[in-house]
């Protein structure tokens, strides 16, 4: 598999853009025209760049507003276009995209159109340069990709044929299939790009709302496999217009950007039963092994982790690390990283072979984590997410295992717990990266996106879990301009009401919730008195589908997490998402209030 992609898709100079390119891996590049324009370097200075970097110029582009025009207007397109055939030909690529006619065209003719192209072709061929026809979404008379394949039959000419952007023909709903109808010599160029699913002009969609290959709602996975099964022996490129993208890091945009192609390689290879683009197969986690919370001074999670009645099981033998149980909940508080505040910093996962899980993960691109390890001490292997996040394999049983490095422990938990969700929380930067390293280095499934409330804007909330749904990691975005959401970990039990007259009763006080939220709680469900008394006593929250009832509570927040304690009753599978924005409310009141008076809650104030 070649890879390629278009210098639009990264921040910076065109000369800053090509040197990410060659770092992430990538075998060549579409030069950008504005790029180019916008570069003190000289064509030649590029061109011989490019060739120390290991890097192919796969195409120039774009060249618009050719076709479909009268006479006059055709005449000084092909002035336009022996100027940039100069161009190319002191860049040393012999492939310009040209884009379907979308602001001059005035004549809607397909044989104006093919005799257009073909004098252009014509040209072009005396310089020894192809031009690929692509269809844009927007383009005035032609926008579908069977058009334009029609019209360049027409023209009929050796050296033009037709460039695929997956962007234009999914988000117009064309039907892909009928690439395979395409000889695949005549498929000069591919263009790939995700996006998630929007209701909205097409162009804006276009100029702001791509994504790179696995971080949006598009089938790729079959795109790709209609233009191999064409015959498309050519590179798999990426055009990508994002405004995130374009103000990000360009070394780790690249890298983003090399990772997703090769995470569609592998999963279209797969779904096509070929051998050329696999990776190991995939490690699909089983289970939470552990969350770790990571601070300069933890005790006060302590405190809070023995209140909730989880058991103490020791320290570990050589680092400043301790271990607190619940069943299959086990949660670390690592004081070796010296954070000001407490923040959920990794979490391992239980899979088959972990050997394996790092090994895809490497292929990928993934950074490996490296921790200090003494002998006769397990060695989980790990990488790190986009944002530092670490994400650890483990295919052995931790309580014989790495547990049993944790010494001093006594206590017995007070209630049996899992892992049932670990509620992760990125910056606006890092978010479709973050969502594209978990399905394709974690390989876990992507959820539809859901909005919730908040009290500085919209969260966007995403759930990534395991085919089985047993791991589940919801993942939000706050608005730019807002914090970043805290992060915690919730622990399922069989009996929340239990566990939070227990914590009561040992003195910890849960997120102090509205009463009139409990008003509201009764006009949506009628819910039986003593019921309702239960919550509204315990600050507990509630909520109902056709599937269950939900009743779950949260934990004061110590820096940057907090812990939620969930019951699930019959099949509810949701996460109390009606419960969120008084979730947020109360969290941001509270924190408000802290800060102005040391301690107590809003509700004191009544």
Known sequence: MRTSVATVCLSGGLVEKLHACASAGFDGVEIMDADLVAAYESPEEIRTLCERLGLSIDMYQPFRDVEGVDEDTFADNLRRAEAKFDVMERLGTDLILLCSNAGTATIDDDDVAADQLGRLA?????????????????????????????????????????????????????????????????????????????????????????????????????????????????????????????????????????????????????????????????????????????????????????????????????????????????????????????????????????????????????????????????????????????????????????????????????????????????AWQDFDEAVLFMRSVVALDAEPVAEVPGPRGLVRSQVMRSPDRVVRLPMNLAPPTAPVPHRHIAVRVEDAVAVARAAHAKGLGFLPVPHNYYDDLQARFALDADLLETLQSLDLLYDRDAGGEFIHFYTPTHGGVFLEIVERRGGYDGYGAPNAPVRLSAQRQVSTWTDAHGSGTPAERT
Not at 320 to 339: C, D, F, H, S
């Open 122 to 426: 014509d040209l072009a061929a005396e310089r020894g340069i192809r031009i690929a026809y692509e269809a844009l979404a927007w383009g005035r008379f032609v926008d579908d990709y069977r058009h334009a394949w029609r019209i360049v039959q027409k023209a009929d000419r050796p050296n033009l044929g037709i460039c695929l952007d997956s962007f234009h023909i999914l988000s117009r709903g064309h039907d892909p299939a009928q690439i395979e109808e395409i000889p695949g010599e005549k498929i000069f160029f591919l263009q790939l790009a995700d996006a998630p699913a929007l209701d909205m002009d097409v162009l804006q969609w276009s100029r702001h709302h791509r994504l790179f290959p696995g971080e949006g709602d598009f089938d790729l996975t079959g795109f790709l496999g209609h233009v191999l099964r064409a015959g498309y022996a050519g590179p798999l490129s990426l055009e990508v217009f994002n405004d995130t993208f374009r103000q990000t890091a360009v070394f780790r945009t690249a890298a983003h950007a090399r990772r997703s192609l090769t995470w569609l390689a592998d999963r279209t290879a797969l779904a096509e039963r070929r051998d050329a683009g696999r990776l190991l197969d995939a490690q699909h986690a089983h289970g939470v092994d552990f969350v770790e919370i990571s601070g300069d001074d933890l005790h006060d999670l302590d405190q809070l982790l023995d209140q909730l009645g989880f058991a103490f099981r020791g320290r570990h033998r050589s680092k400043p690390v301790r271990l607190w149980t619940a069943g299959g909940a086990r949660i670390i508080l690592n004081e070796q990283l010296r954070l000001e505040s407490p923040r959920l910093t990794g979490f391992g996962l239980t899979v088959d072979d972990a050997a394996q899980a790092s090994r895809r993960a490497g292929s990928l691109g993934a950074d490996p984590v490296y921790r200090r390890t003494y002998r006769d001490e397990v060695e989980l292997r790990a990488v790190a997410s986009p944002d530092g996040t670490e994400v650890y394999w483990n295919d052995d049983d931790p309580e014989t295992g790495w547990v049993s490095e944790f010494e001093g422990g006594t206590a017995v938990a007070a209630f049996t717990g899992d892992i049932d969700h670990i509620n992760l929380s990125w």
